[in-house]
Structures are given as structure tokens and as C-alpha cells.
């Protein structure tokens, strides 16, 4: 049974940083491409980064490229979102994804295979 399982969510102020993890079990992690998406109550899921099988190769949405930064650590099955210069419009749950079709990793998010619960984020103003 796969499982994903994030943390690091919670409240901080406009301008803070927090650190997204998403440890992972039931599969090869090594083999999946991961991502992290996000969504607010009524609205779509929307990409945020993705990471290649090894970590050498990583993409962004428009919306957070020089502020969050996606790595991984295969030896411990986990992914991490760096997300630096909150803002405001940054509050919403975020979701790590896994998949094996490099559609997953420019944010197609109907091709990505297992999902976590998802850990809420919110940005004080």
C-alpha cells in the first residue's frame, strides 16, 4: 500500500519561509517522479514544482520559481518544498504527488499516480 504523508505546514507571516516534507512508503522512490501541488477550498489543483527521479532536474511554476525550491533525498524516501518570501496568495493546502509519467512533473495532474493528505499552509499578511 503506498502512502504518502506530508508536514511542515502551519502559519507564518508574509515574507517567512517553511519547509514542506513528504516522506513516502509502498513504492521504489527512487523510480517516481515527485511533485507538489496546491488548492484552495472551490478551486483547481495547481502545479507548484516537480523533481526528476534523481534530483538533478527540477521545474517551477511561474508562480514561485526563485522563491520555492524542490529537492529530495532518495536514501530517506523523501521530498521537500523550500518555499521562501511567502506572500499571502501562497496560503493553501499543499499536496505532494508521485508518478511515474514525466507529464507529473510539468504539473499534469490527472497523470500522477498516489497523493498525499495534503498540510495546510497559511500566509499572515
Known amino acids: 500500500q503506498v502512502q504518502l504523508v506530508e508536514s511542515g505546514g502551519g502559519l507564518v507571516q508574509a515574507g517567512g519561509s517553511l519547509r514542506l516534507s513528504c516522506t513516502a512508503s509502498?513504492?521504489?522512490?527512487?523510480?517516481?517522479?515527485m511533485g507538489w501541488f496546491r488548492q484552495a477550498p472551490g478551486k483547481e489543483r495547481e502545479f507548484v514544482a516537480g523533481?526528476?527521479?534523481?534530483?538533478?532536474?527540477?521545474y517551477y511554476a511561474v508562480s514561485v520559481n526563485g522563491r520555492f525550491t524542490i529537492s529530495r533525498e532518495n536514501a530517506k524516501n523523501t521530498v521537500y518544498l523550500q518555499m521562501n518570501s511567502l506572500k499571502p496568495e501562497d496560503t493553501d493546502a499543499y499536496y505532494c504527488?508521485?508518478?511515474?509519467?514525466?507529464?507529473?512533473?510539468?504539473?499534469?495532474?490527472?497523470?500522477?499516480?498516489?497523493w498525499g493528505q495534503g498540510t495546510q499552509v497559511t500566509v499572515s499578511s
Open positions: 504527488a508521485a508518478g511515474r509519467s514525466v507529464s507529473c512533473y510539468y504539473g499534469r495532474s490527472s497523470q500522477c499516480d498516489y
Open positions: 523533481i526528476n527521479w534523481n534530483g538533478d532536474n527540477a
Open positions: 509502498g513504492l521504489t522512490f527512487s523510480t517516481y517522479i
